[in-house]
């Protein structure tokens, strides 16, 4: 579940279809909705090389903090110095 008031969190992804996603939700029991976003454009937007990159964008749209591969601890530190200011 999203620890946070006043962020929310989306996965975006590329290499899956709309049922592999509803399933990889379900079984990972994720409290987030999934974005398939077949046609990259998503990652070409924001400039996602790896599938496996993690982005934190303000309500303005603005890239704050990116990080390939997933580290919970910083990203979660870095949403809360973030919805602090």
Not at 13 to 21: E, K, W, Y
Request: glycine letters at 8%; aromatic letters at 10%.
């Amino acid at each position: 579940m999203w620890p946070f008031t006043g962020g929310c969190a989306i996965g975006v992804d590329c290499a899956s279809d709309a049922a592999a996603l509803r399933i990889l939700r379900s079984e990972m029991n994720l409290g987030y909705p999934l974005v398939l976003d077949d046609r990259k454009t998503i990652f070409s937007l924001y400039e996602v090389g790896s599938a496996s990159t993690y982005l934190i964008v303000d309500a303005l749209g603005v890239i704050r903090y990116r990080k390939v591969e997933f580290d919970q601890r910083t990203i979660f530190s870095q949403m809360r110095m973030l919805l602090s200011q």
